[in-house]
Nanobody, 119 residues
Framework: QVQLVESGGGWVQPGGSLRLSCAAS????????MNWYRQAPGKERELVAS????????NYADSVKGRFSIARDNAKNTVYLQMNSLKPEDTAVYYC????????????WGQGAQVTVSS
């Protein structure tokens, strides 16, 4: 059974930090690129960060460059999103997404983790 389980969300004041984790099971994690998306109320889901199957290549949305960092640990089947200097506009539900290296049509999503940035 394929599972992607996000954790680490919560409430933080502006300027604070959070680290999200996404634990994968039920598929060959190291054969998938991993991505973090977010969706704010009333807005479309957007790509925040992505990493290839080795973790050697990463990409970020312009809105989070220099503040967020994606990393993966293939030994632990986990991908992380370190979020620093958080802003109120970072408030959203954050989702992890796995995309197969061999077939981009094979996609798995997590259930989401709420991140709220407010004073």
């Amino acid at each position: 059974q394929v599972q992607l389980v996000e954790s680490g969300g919560g409430w933080v004041q502006p300027g604070g930090s959070l680290r999200l984790s996404c634990a994968a099971s039920g598929f060959t994690f190291s054969s998938y690129s991993m991505n973090w998306y977010r969706q704010a109320p009333g807005k479309e889901r957007e790509l925040v960060a992505s990493t290839n199957w080795t973790g050697g290549s990463t990409n970020y949305a312009d809105s989070v460059k220099g503040r967020f960092s994606i990393a993966r640990d293939n030994a632990k089947n986990t991908v992380y999103l370190q979020m620093n200097s958080l802003k109120p506009e970072d408030t959203a539900v954050y989702y992890c997404k796995a995309v197969s290296f061999y077939n981009i049509g094979v996609v798995y999503w997590g259930q989401g983790a709420q991140v709220t940035v407010s004073s």
